[in-house]
């Protein structure tokens, strides 16, 4: 329902009226009670049942206030209306003094139309009206007694229309004086919109190359601890069973060196991985312009089952892809790293054995979406935000790893217009996903 401006002060007005309407029906009760008990006279139980009702639908409508004026204010108008007509009723039956009774109805002619405006006061009035013609012909008022009520009533509705419409004009000429100085404002600030661009535009693009180096520089700080901390591992491995080879290669059996020269071998390898990791990231930093191409993935993931060969042995890891593959665009050797990192990670942080799950579907929005699934613990939603941090690394289980691969990952999918993101609940397990645009040409599925 549309009723008059200044919700704030309406509502505080009901409340007060409410709240007035609650207290004195509660009053009127306990006095009547008071009554009859000083002339040990039974208390009266229609009254007291209709005052209460008036009361407790009051209280009703105040707690309602908050939700909407409106509906508040109209159940109560009405359901007081229905409960002061009984009361009239039932006082016009006793013979005794009604004109107090009546004085309420014209009251809440008066209230509707201070809180909600003209229209609500004038079915109310109506309404009125039409309880007065009824009765007093039910009664046989004198016609003086049912004309001044009606005339009373529709009296008390008149300061509505006088109230709507001093507010509507007090609007009206708020709204052109804003307008007046909106087009002051704006004349005053055209000269001086050009350089106040200009200027936001340069400290944004300041604050964007502040925020870069910021990052970039808490990049490096880390950068020395990671790799450190990467290389420290592999290294000493190295180091120590070529020591041992050297200096006790005659007393060991060739089984033995040969098993000592794999594990040289195996962490030799975890050393170049970790040094081509830094070069990929610093590769995909520079390069601008990426040479885009129909990505073979069956060809992809062939070459990570050979590049994760050791893991997947070691682990005894069940690798699951798909029949098909979207024919997506985009670089194929960051395609391959992306891969590589999310299976080996699924591999390292997996289940005992772990079981990986590749797959793909196309999207409506012209992109496919890649993801692979792990059966390893989940992760916690702290865990989650800080997957695709720089030189981060999650302490789920004791395994060997290093934590540039999935800032790797990010940095790639942005490169070749793609999102990056995870999926995972505690125990679980976790779904790491990918997207890529599909190929222009087509949008078929490639057979593996």
Known sequence: ??????????????????????????????????????????????????????????FYSFKRLSRSLSQAMLTFGWSAMVCITGLLVYTLKLKNDY???MLMLHVGVFTLGLILGFRPALHYALATSAIVIVVGIAYRFAPAEIVMPVFFAFALMLPSIV?????????????????QLEELVEARTAELRAEIAERRQAQERLAQRTVELEKRNEELDAYAHTVAHDLKAPLASVIGFSDLLEKRSDHFPMDKVSYYCSIIAQNGRKVASIV????????????????????????????????????????????????LWPAVIGYQPWVEEILVNYVSNAIKYGGKPPRVEIGAKNLDNGHAYFWV???GNGLTL??????????????QIRVQGYGLGLSIVQRIAEK???????????????????????AESNYASVKV
């Open 1 to 58: 329902m549309k009723t008059l401006p200044g919700e704030r002060a309406r509502i505080n007005a009901a409340r007060w009226i409410l709240g007035g309407y609650t207290f004195f029906t509660a009053l009127g009760i306990v006095l009547h009670l008071i009554a009859r008990f000083v002339t040990r006279e039974p208390p009266d139980a229609i009254y007291i049942a209709l005052m209460l009702v008036i009361g407790v639908t009051a």
């Open 99 to 101: 004109l107090m009774i």
């Open 163 to 179: 109230v709507e419409q001093l507010i509507a004009q007090s609007t009206a000429e708020l709204a052109e004086i804003n307008l």
């Open 276 to 323: 081509d990791a830094l070069l990929l990231l610093a590769s995909v930093r520079k390069i601008e312009d990426v040479p885009i191409e129909n990505i073979d993935l069956p060809r992809v993931v062939q070459d990570i089952q050979y590049r994760l060969s050791d893991a997947i042995a070691e682990s005894q890891a069940e690798i699951v892809l798909p029949d």
């Open 373 to 375: 699934r792990d059966n």
């Open 382 to 395: 702290e865990e989650q935000a800080r997957l695709f941090t720089p030189f981060s690394r999650l302490g």
């Open 416 to 438: 070749l217009n793609g999102q990056v993101g995870v999926e995972s609940e505690v125990g679980q397990g976790s779904t790491f996903y990918f997207t890529l645009p599909l």
